[in-house]
C-alpha cells in the first residue's frame, strides 16, 4: 500500500450562522475531505462552500430564504459574472507519519489537472496556492511536494510518481463518492432545484460526470 494519500478537501470559512440546510455549524477556518462517506451535514457544508458566494449579495445582505439563495447562485450567469468554484484542493499525507501538506490559499479542486501534467513532463511544476506556498515539481525521477516553497523547513515529500498517480486515482474515487451521495441529499433538502444542484456541484469539481478525463487514464 502507498504511504501516500491525497484527500480532496474544500476549503470552509466558517458555516455555523448558516441554517438554509444542515451544516457541521463549526467557526472559523478549516477543510473539509470530500469523499463517499460523509454525513449528511458534512454534504451540506461541501455544497454551501462551492455556492458561498451568492449567499449574500452586492450590499452584504444573506440571502432571504432557500429560493433566493439557491437561484442566484444555480443562475443562469454571464460569462463574466462570478462562477461556482470549490475552492481548496488535494491534502497529501504522509500515512505513515500522519504528516500533511495542506493547499494554498485561492486555489481550487478543479486546478489539480496540473498535477498530471506535472507527473507526465508537460509541466516543470505546478502551483497549489499561497500564504504557504505549497507546490509540486518533479525532480530526478521524484514528485517533490512541498508546503511552503519559501521556507525549507515547512514538510517536503519525496516519492515515486508512481505513488502520486496511486494517489491522485483514490482521490477522484473519493470525488466520485461524494458525487454519489449528492443526488439524494439536493432531494431531501433542494427538491425544486435538485437536478441543477447536483449538476453545478459536480462541475465545479470537474467530479461525477465532469471527472477530468485524463485521470481516468492513469
Same mark, same amino acid.
Given at each position: 500500500m502507498t /504511504? +501516500? !494519500?491525497a484527500d #480532496? &478537501? =474544500?476549503? &470552509?470559512?466558517? @458555516?455555523d450562522t448558516f441554517d438554509l440546510? #444542515? &451544516?457541521v455549524g463549526r467557526e472559523g477556518f478549516w477543510y473539509q475531505a470530500l469523499h463517499g462517506d460523509m454525513s449528511d451535514a458534512e454534504v451540506g457544508t461541501a455544497v454551501h462552500q462551492v455556492l458561498r458566494w451568492f449567499h449574500t449579495d452586492e450590499k452584504g445582505d444573506e440571502a432571504a430564504n432557500l429560493a433566493v439563495y439557491l437561484g442566484r447562485a444555480l443562475g443562469p450567469h454571464d460569462p463574466d @459574472? /462570478?462562477?461556482l468554484i470549490a475552492m481548496g484542493g +488535494? !491534502?497529501? =499525507?504522509e500515512t505513515s507519519t500522519g504528516i500533511s501538506i495542506t493547499p494554498g490559499c485561492c486555489y481550487s479542486i478543479d486546478e489539480r489537472s496540473e498535477i498530471i501534467d506535472v507527473l507526465e513532463g508537460s509541466l516543470p511544476g505546478c502551483w497549489l496556492g499561497h500564504s504557504p506556498g505549497a507546490g509540486i515539481t518533479l525532480r530526478d525521477g521524484l514528485v517533490e511536494i512541498v508546503q511552503d516553497v519559501e521556507d525549507s523547513a515547512r514538510p517536503v515529500f519525496r516519492v515515486a510518481p508512481t505513488e502520486v498517480r496511486a494517489a491522485l486515482a483514490q482521490a477522484e474515487a473519493d470525488l466520485d463518492g461524494f458525487c454519489s451521495k449528492l443526488a439524494p441529499w439536493a432531494a431531501t433538502h433542494a427538491p425544486m432545484h435538485a437536478e441543477l444542484l447536483t449538476d453545478a456541484v /459536480? !462541475? /465545479? +469539481?470537474e467530479a461525477g460526470p465532469y471527472r477530468l478525463a485524463r485521470s481516468e487514464s492513469h
Open positions: /504511504a +501516500l !494519500r #480532496p &478537501v =474544500i476549503e &470552509v470559512l466558517g @458555516d440546510w #444542515p &451544516v @459574472d /462570478a462562477q +488535494l !491534502r497529501f =499525507i /459536480a !462541475r /465545479a +469539481l
